[in-house]
Every structure is written in C-alpha cells, then in structure tokens.
C-alpha cells in the first residue's frame, strides 16, 4: 500500500493531461502576432521614410522637408504621382552636397483608401505593407497643414494645379499636372502642365529624364515601375482611351524597358493592368452611400467678398450610382433617408455647400446605352452661415448652374418636387464632369455678396 501511494502521483500525472506552467500561458496571451511587413526595396524605402520624417518633425528639424502632395481624391495617379517624384527627389540628390529630403504625402485619410479597390489592389501588387502603414496620410500628420505649411522646405503639387487653402503659406517648388494651367507658382522648378491622360507620365518621363543624365543611376525598384505603368494603363484605357497622347506611350515604353515585364510586350502589359485594375475600380457594390460620397471627395474653402462670411466651405463628390440606386443603399432605402446620410456626412466634413456628381449608363428604347449624369446640390445653415445666408447662397449657385456658358442643359430630376428647402437635383448628359463644374460653382460663391 506505501509503495502504491509512493507512485501514484506519477501515474495521476500520467492519466491527466498536462498543463503548462501559468507564466507561459500568460506570456503566450500577451504575446503581440508577428506583423507582416511589405518586402522590397519600394516598401523598405517609403517606409523608413515616413520613420524619418516623423523623427525629424520630433527633433524640430521639419524645416528640411518637401512634401509632395496629390488632390485629396485619392486616386491612383495622383498617388502614384506624388510616390514616385518624392522617390526620384530623394536618390537623385542622395550623393550631392544638397541632399533633399522629400516624402508622398497622401491628402486622403488613411481609413478612406480601401475605397478605392483599384489602389489597394496595385498596392498589394507593389509589395507594400498591408494597412498601407508605409504611406504617410493626411489624418497622419502630427501638426495641422495651417501650421505645417510655414515651417516646411515647400510642397510640390502633382496632379492639381493650385494648393488647398490649408497649404496657401507653403513655397510652391514644383508642379506637374495635366489639367488647365491656374497660373500658379510661375517661378516653380520643374514647373510642366500638360495635356497627358494621366499626371503619372509626366512625372515618370521627367523622372527618366534626370535619372539618365546622371553620373551613375540610382536603384529604381521595379515595384515602382510598375505602380508607374499601372497609373497610366487605368487613366488611359491601356493606351487605348480618346485621352491617350504620343507622350503616355512613349513613357510607358521606357518604364516597361526598365521593369520586370520587359520583355513582355507594352500593348498586352497594358491591356491586362487595365483589365485588372477596372475590374477592381468597379467592385464597390458593398459600399454603403456614406462611403459612396467619401470615397471621391475633394474640397475647400473658397474666400467671398462678404464681410459677413468671408469664407465658404465647398465640397465635391463623385459617385458611380445613379440618385435611384442611392436610395436603396440607405437604411430606409427612402429619399429622407439619402438627405439624412449625406448630412450627417457634410457635417463631419464641416461643408457649407454640396455637390455631388453622379455618373452611370441606362439603356434607351432601342436597347442602346446612354450615358446619364446628376448634379445635387445642398447647402447647410450650420457652419459658417446662417439660414438667411444659406439660402441665399442656394440661389446663387443654382443659377450659375441653370444658366451656365458651358451649354450644359440641365433637366430637374424625376423626383424634384419632393425635395425639401436648399436641395436640387438636376440630370444632364454632356461628358460635364467635376472639372467643369467646380470652377462654374466657385466663381458664384467669389462673387457672392
């Protein structure tokens, strides 16, 4: 009996399933899951540099920094853009007595870039870390642009012409763009305006332009290269779009000599990023209308000869939903409901005046497709203006709009009368996007008194 007591705590042992000690179990609750990281020298080199930056800004020395900044819309070509001038700015400088210290900055909050599908998709493609924790956005800046502006080197624009009003204090080095020539920052160096079907060519070719008159070239990672090649193949239809130029194809051909795909060749590469990229742009079924209307937002505060609110906030959506199939994706699938959500969206956004611009094809009586586009407008009495104010403004701009010189022929939308006070929806079918509306907007609200 003393010798079966002896062994029973071995046999107990034996017949129970063991436990590991507490300390392990709690270490094993606590301990953080490895973080994947994006691989490749693109990813290595945006990230380090946000680090570096972001240091920098601590330490006070912010002073020696370009941003380089695309609109805030997001899309891939002005990301790109700025992506790829800030990389060239850095390395073409690395080994001179003036090594420039340059960053992309994104003007798109950062929980807002898996709205466009396309950009996610291309970004996964260039290896980047997941989360997009390489870029640095606009929600990521550790002081407000008012105040960041003045102490920066300066900004360069890619992709728009004129600053947000925010960056107004900060010195204009460089600008690319391929829309209308605002007449900013003449003295800016490079300083190239022209018309391309993507802003990304621009870049690229000056880029290739310097980087070939260099001593020695410096590494350029073939996940940029094509992020490059992607940009231009979603703006151009795969070099195939009416917007397409001589100059879109014959940088897409020295990009692709340099990438990985070179031997492939240019027209089936560019045919399949397109394909690709298209497909995923327009995977946005399961957004809901709030993410809808932020998904494509561009705005800013435009300055009026009112004493009284010499300042008016303006706001620009772009949506590929008709205001019908809107409607359905609110809670109550209701027309108040659309109004609500919008509102509730402009207040966050802290907006006086909306436009939202639909866009989308319904077929005609003969089966054939017909492209249909919608203008809403709404103006709030709770920001920066009163009711008396507000509804004055209204008026304003929809008689800039009703009466404008750009022969755009306006019809009241199907359901105009069930709109409340300060709201109108209009439909149209000329190519009249956010390019010619915004300016026919702005100009009412410059001359409002």
Request: a negative charge; hydrophobic letters at 40%.
């Amino acid at each position: 009996m003393k010798a079966f007591l002896m062994l029973l705590p071995g046999l107990l042992a034996t017949a129970m399933p063991q436990r590991a000690p507490v300390q392990a179990i709690l270490g094993a609750s606590h301990k953080k899951p490895d973080k994947h990281v994006g691989v490749g020298h693109f990813s290595e080199w945006s990230r380090a540099t946000k680090k570096e930056f972001l240091l920098d800004w601590q330490a006070g020395k912010v002073s020696e920094w370009t941003l380089v900044q695309g609109n805030e819309g997001g899309d891939m070509d002005s990301m790109t853009a700025a992506l790829t001038w800030a990389y060239h700015l850095k390395h073409a400088t690395a080994n001179t007595s003036h090594p420039i210290k340059a960053i992309a900055l994104l003007q798109t909050p950062t929980h807002a870039l898996d709205l466009r599908p396309e950009n996610k998709l291309a970004l996964a493609n260039s290896q980047m870390t997941p989360g997009h924790e390489d870029l640095l956005t606009i929600d990521e800046l550790p002081e407000d642009p008012d105040t960041l502006s003045k102490k920066i080197k300066g900004i360069v624009l890619v992709d728009h012409g004129v600053p947000l009003r925010k960056w107004r204090e900060a010195k204009i080095l460089s600008i690319f763009d391929h829309h209308k020539d605002e007449n900013t920052a003449p003295d800016a160096k490079p300083r190239i305006i022209e018309k391309t079907a993507s802003c990304t060519t621009i870049v690229a070719r000056q880029m290739l332009d310097e980087l070939e008159n260099l001593d020695q070239e410096y590494h350029m990672p073939h996940e940029l290269l094509e992020l490059i090649l992607s940009a231009i193949a979603i703006d151009s239809g795969g070099l195939t779009s009416d917007k397409t130029t001589p100059t879109d194809t014959l940088t897409s051909k020295r990009v692709l000599k340099r990438s990985a795909w070179a031997k492939k060749h240019l027209d089936d590469v560019m045919e399949d990023l397109d394909d690709q990229l298209s497909t995923a742009q327009k995977d946005i079924d399961e957004l809901e209308l709030r993410d809808l209307l932020r998904r494509d937002w561009k705005g800013d505060l435009i300055d009026t000869p009112s004493p009284r609110t010499p300042t008016v906030s303006l706001g620009f959506a772009s949506v590929p939903y008709s205001m019908d199939d809107q409607i359905t994706k609110t809670d109550f699938a209701e027309l108040f409901d659309w109004f609500a959500v919008h509102a509730a969206w402009t207040a966050e956004a802290g907006v006086d005046i909306s436009i939202c611009l639909n866009k989308y094809k319904k077929r005609d009586k003969k089966g054939k497709k017909q492209k249909i586009r919608e203008i809403v407008l709404t103006v709030r009495d709770d920001v920066r203006v009163d009711q008396d104010q507000a509804d004055a403004l209204f008026e304003v701009v929809k008689h800039a709009l009703e009466n404008n010189k750009e022969g755009i022929k306006l019809t009241p939308w199907h359901r105009a009368n069930e709109l409340s006070a300060r709201q109108m929806v209009w439909t149209h079918q000329s190519d009249a996007g956010r390019k010619i509306i915004r300016p026919i907007v702005e100009e009412a609200v410059v001359n409002w008194d």
